[in-house]
């Protein structure tokens, strides 16, 4: 039967989620301590039951929020929404070429440091930020662009070669949170990035032999009929799951056409989550400092991921699309003294803009009224998400067909995405039931699709929720973001 446009629009994309009671409202005893852990290319399937120890300090002591996702699809425009809580058409920050136009005076560390916090960050930045470049806001620092050996790193203003990028960073934020004992009444905040599980993976040495078993995909994974997809999603090969596969451990970095792409997921899984346990250990090492300094009731912990990543689903070995494994990424809060449940686990639609209010309002700190932020905090349990946005501008990559600019909006039981040219006009559409079609294998807008097809009014409706979000600016006023 075919469905009338209150039901899809209104009905999904305005529904209001049943919340699971994910912040209580203890009052903290005075400004927390902020840490976010952020993994890079970190999809949330398939990979959390392999990293026990991050999951008994946030499952069991935390909140998860299953329906989190990247307000980006790529590593710096995903980045940019943490730092500045901004949707990428606000930031400037369109593509991993241009995290240049990054505003640093509207960044966390701008607020925290001007309100008295040390500041410190360790890790990946942006692809595109330059060594040379010193840091604004930050009174401790050692960042690099990307890799896990041999990586050159700015080390507090000092070019310096690391053997192991992941373990560097651990000891360097377990050196800075040990010196902030010297000083115990003055807040600390830490952004400590591992760039685990990017590729090319190259797991710790210890763990480099570390087998898991078989993983057998998922229907997205198995689709062979993608006519109903978007031409660069068409022009991949499709990967079977269940093949062996030829050792590739380059991941999908290292193919420079979409043709290439082959069936060794299952290989490349393995390296993948391999590097997932270097992780493991640094959470667990630094939640245990941080406990047997006293540190862990007040302080504000977000662990979370850039955007995540597509092992075959769709054919699509990569991030860069709507689909759901590239912009679903884990997202736990723990704060006891702030009220956040210990042990909880919400369907509320979260996005990686929030983080910056979320630490504001920890904080009680208010937003510098020149500036723009466009999330909301997630310690405020009066509102609730309709649906999160995704962008993606088109990158200027070495790929047959390239993924051209889109816009998605994703309520708990929808997803549309539109797809445009270079002068911003539709080209192709998808809508996707996600009750009944949670794989996404079904476009409501497929030709194929006679028993179900979209009307003309749901279409209206939804480019105008598009057209809406994609000028949104702002949590408040006449242009609320999503």
Known sequence: MQRTLPL??????????????????????????????????????????FMPKTMAWFREDGTDYTQAFSAAAICCPARST??????????????????????????????????????????????????????????????????????????????????YSPLFIKGRAQGFLAATEANDTQPWYVYLTPYAPHSPWIPEEKYANVLYPPWLGNPATQEVDRTDKPQHVQATVPLLSAAAGAPFDKGPEAVTTLAQVSSNVPFDRQIYLRTLLTVDDMV??????????????????????????LWGEHGWYNKMVPYTDSIQVPFFLRYPAGGVAAGASTDRIVSTV????????????????????????????SWTREYALSEFNSQNLPTTSPVPTWVSLRSHDLQYVEYYNAQRQVTFRELYDLDTDPWQLDNRFASTNVLDPVTAEETAALSALVAAARACRGATGTTTCP
Request: aromatic residues 8%; hydrophobic residues 40%; negative net charge.
């Open 82 to 163: 943490v730092w500045v809580g901004q949707y990428i058409h606000n930031s400037g920050v369109f593509t991993t070429a241009l995290a240049g136009n990054i505003d640093e005076d509207a960044s966390i560390q701008r607020y925290l440091q001007d309100a008295g916090y040390t500041t410190a960050a360790f890790g990946k930045f942006f692809n595109s930020y330059p060594l040379t470049r010193t840091p604004k806001y930050f009174d401790d620092w050692a960042f690099h662009g990307s890799g896990y050996t041999n990586v050159a790193f700015n080390d507090h203003g000092v070019r310096r070669t690391v053997d």
């Open 284 to 309: 667990d090492e630094i939640m245990t400092q941080l406990e047997a300094q006293g540190e862990l009731e007040n302080t504000l912990v977000i662990f979370t991921a850039d955007q995540g990543l």
């Open 354 to 381: 929030d983080m910056l209010p979320t630490i504001l309002d920890a904080a009680d700190l208010a937003p510098n009224a020149t500036k723009t932020h466009d999330g909301r905090s997630l310690l405020d349990a």
């Open 8 to 49: 899809v629009v209104i009905g999904s994309l305005l529904l209001t989620p049943v919340l699971a009671g994910d912040v209580t409202g203890t009052d903290p005893t005075g400004p927390p301590n902020v840490l976010i852990i952020m993994t890079d290319d970190h999809r949330r399937a398939d990979t959390l039951e």
